[in-house]
């Protein structure tokens, strides 16, 4: 009789959800996005990163051998999933040793793509040494639509490609969706061709600033109403008794704050120019690991992150909707001027999902009694404002 004992096994959810639970409260980082490169073979619209897809940003980019000595820094420090991002990364001249070598380290690897530049030999490769997931963007399926948006002309048939070639290989990938004003009627177009691969479809409707201070993204925000009939349709209609109690609990007395989000406790970002911050939008505070080890700077980072309190009497800082708010403060620095100044669009959005979510009318947050002075920024959303500012040490 053989004495081999058998490992326990854990669902992946279940092995994921406790690494998570036990890494934020003993803020241990377990995540990280690396951006590769500020290439990319396509011009989106919307893109937050886009406006660096030139010869003077690509040449600030880490070097091959820096990126791949934070890769094993970043398993040193016990970092299990490792997201590889751009622009987009098979543009990147040395992708594939950054990926092998990352890879071999061990990391549950996630790779975010625009799906045009897969080919028979990409898909090979990867199907030798599988990433974890690969995340794809599908904002639109009509090619005429999806060229526009991306401003390249046979991007559609090249992304169509793409995905037939991973459904082939059998490589795991999930589309994403961006609902914005441009795509909103095409929605149910879309969802029905993301289930045809047999995926959930999945949809967010946040849109941010260009990391160069244009807002000109921002123009093609859902209104508000459409992101309340979204939230109703993804709940399968109005909420029951016990869920809308849940919502009313969200409602809270808010701390003061500045992040209060998941900022500075299990993930860090990391820019192409080798900055870290905590997550993409966070541009308050960047530590450059051209000048500190990794370590060093992730501890100075979180502590800074966690210290950033409310210091003026912005609604902010004392509003109830905030569990319902995708505010995040360097979006507000570039839309607003001013990282502690609620962005007007959020409220608005914050406003109709705890109506939808609580089945009550609730106050607008800049438009109760006690916000009547509520300072410029917050009432005037500045669009032509031209704010990058930046603090990296
Ligand atoms: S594919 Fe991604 S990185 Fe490239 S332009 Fe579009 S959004 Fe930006
Ligand atoms: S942006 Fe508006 S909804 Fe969000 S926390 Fe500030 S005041 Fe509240």
Redesign the pocket.
């Known amino acids: 009789m053989s004495n081999a004992r058998t490992l326990p096994t854990l669902a992946y959810g279940e092995f994921s959800r406790r690494v998570h639970a036990s890494a934020t409260s003993a803020h241990r980082v377990t995540n990280a996005q690396l951006e590769l490169t500020y290439r990319?073979n396509?011009?989106?619209r919307?893109?937050y990163?886009?406006p660096y897809?030139q010869k003077d940003w690509i040449a600030q980019e880490l070097s091959w051998r820096e990126i791949i000595r934070l890769i094993d820094d970043m398993a040193e420090i016990g970092i299990l999933w490792l997201n590889l991002t751009?622009?987009?990364v098979f543009q990147h001249p040395r992708f594939w040793e950054i990926y092998e070598h990352a890879y071999r380290r061990g990391f549950l690897l996630q790779l975010y793509t625009?799906g045009t530049l897969f080919t028979e030999a990409i898909v090979t490769r990867l199907r030798s040494q599988p990433p974890f997931t690969i995340d794809i963007?599908c904002h639109s399926v009509d090619e005429a639509s999806f060229d526009w948006f991306?401003q390249v002309p046979g991007s559609f048939r090249a992304f169509r490609r793409g995905l037939e070639l991973l459904r082939k290989a059998d490589l795991p990938f999930t589309l994403k969706t961006k609902g914005m004003n441009w795509n909103r009627q095409e929605l149910p177009e879309i969802k029905g061709f993301v289930e045809s691969f047999g995926q959930p479809f999945s949809i967010t409707t946040s849109l941010s600033p260009r990391l160069d201070g244009d807002l000109s993204s921002l123009s093609y925000r859902m209104a508000p109403p459409d992101v309340a009939r979204l939230e109703l349709d993804a709940m399968g209609g109005s909420p029951a008794e016990e869920a809308c109690r849940a919502a009313t609990k969200l409602l809270q007395q808010p701390t003061n704050q500045l992040y209060r989000c998941g900022c500075g406790t299990n993930t860090i970002h990391i820019n192409a120019r080798g900055e870290l911050g905590t997550c993409t939008f966070q541009y308050e505070r960047r530590y450059s690991l051209k000048t500190y080890s990794l370590r060093d700077a992730i501890e100075r980072l979180f502590g800074d992150i966690r210290s950033f309190h409310y210091e003026s009497d912005s609604p902010c800082r004392t509003c109830t909707l905030q569990s319902f708010c995708d505010k995040k403060p360097s979006e507000a620095r570039w839309e607003c001027g001013d990282p502690e100044s609620p962005i007007p669009y959020n409220c608005d959005v914050a406003l109709v999902r705890a109506e939808v979510r609580t089945q009550q009318r609730l106050l607008h947050p800049l438009r109760t009694s006690e916000h009547h002075n509520l300072p410029e920024s917050a009432s005037h959303p500045k669009h032509d404002r031209q704010l990058a500012v930046r603090t990296t040490v």
């Open positions: 990319c396509l011009h989106c919307h893109c990163t886009d897809n751009g622009g987009e625009n963007s991306t």
